[in-house]
């Protein structure tokens, strides 16, 4: 009696040992699972932290190149003449140097107001072309609107007719060395040449339409600054740096009707 109490003591002491590491074993299991949904979320969230970030950062950089991007219009030019099609560049300090956008503007300023007429604004470019250019220069323009009755370019045109002009285009040759000054031979100024293309069309102010087609010219002209050039305050204002153009022709283009003056 006492060996089968012994053994069923055993037997369950035996028993007991075996659920007591069954639980221990599940136990085990439960904080290893634990450890790894805890892992597994740390792990979520540093992905999902880390894809926002991610997110923020390349909306902040679309944003400063959204800033910083420009659109640059390019600009189309049609000869009306030939149908020739150039690409005028925008005007910018790297492709246009100061000295020659100052020289393109007196250059232009003095060739429209030489070559337009219009009777509402002729004491004007009269007026201009007078401040701007030596004395042999001007000649030829002011015996315009001289001579016998009826030669002059007032009485042929009058009020009636207008002549517009459209620049084309402005070239300058490469920059010519210092020379004396025609105005001052003891002091030296940079002499430089242009060539000023431009169209010229004939306007009937009463009809209101233009008479004929459109001729184009190229106008060559030297110039130079004077500085201390005599001039009156509101001359000086028109023209504050003394350009002075001191040789000056015009041609037609090859294939027009007009000559050379």
Do not use: C
Not at 4 to 11: E, F, I, Q, S
Not at 126 to 155: C, H, L
Not at 192 to 205: I, L, M, N, P, S
């Amino acid at each position: 009696m006492r060996g089968d109490a012994g053994k069923a003591a055993l037997a369950q002491a035996a028993h007991g040992s075996a659920a007591m590491n069954a639980l221990a074993s599940n136990r085990a299991w439960e904080v290893d699972r634990e450890l790894l949904l805890a892992r597994s979320e740390r792990r979520a969230w540093f992905v999902a932290t880390a894809a926002i970030a991610v997110g923020v950062l390349a909306i902040a950089v679309d944003l400063v190149r959204g800033a910083l991007r420009q659109t640059v219009p390019i600009a189309i030019v049609v000869d009306k003449s030939t149908g020739e099609t150039t690409v005028q560049l925008p005007l910018s300090s790297a492709s246009v140097p100061l000295e020659d956008a100052v020289d393109k503007h007196f250059a232009v300023q003095f060739v429209t107001a030489r070559e337009e007429y219009d009777w509402s604004w002729l004491n004007r470019d009269y007026n201009t072309v007078a401040r701007m250019a030596d004395p042999e220069v001007f000649a030829p323009y002011a015996g315009m609107f001289s001579g016998q009755k009826g030669a002059s370019i007032t009485d042929r045109l009058g009020d009636r007719v207008q002549w517009r002009v459209a620049i084309v285009g402005v070239r300058f040759p490469p920059m010519a060395p210092a020379v004396p000054s025609s105005a001052s031979p003891n002091s030296s100024s940079r002499v430089r040449e242009a060539f000023v293309t431009f169209d010229r069309q004939a306007y009937d102010v009463h009809e209101k339409a233009n008479v004929g087609l459109p001729q184009r010219f190229v106008a060559s002209l030297r110039f130079e600054y004077r500085p201390k050039l005599a001039l009156s305050d509101a001359e000086r204002i028109d023209n504050p740096l003394g350009f002075v153009v001191t040789a000056y022709r015009t041609d037609a283009e090859f294939g027009t009707a007009a000559g050379s003056k």
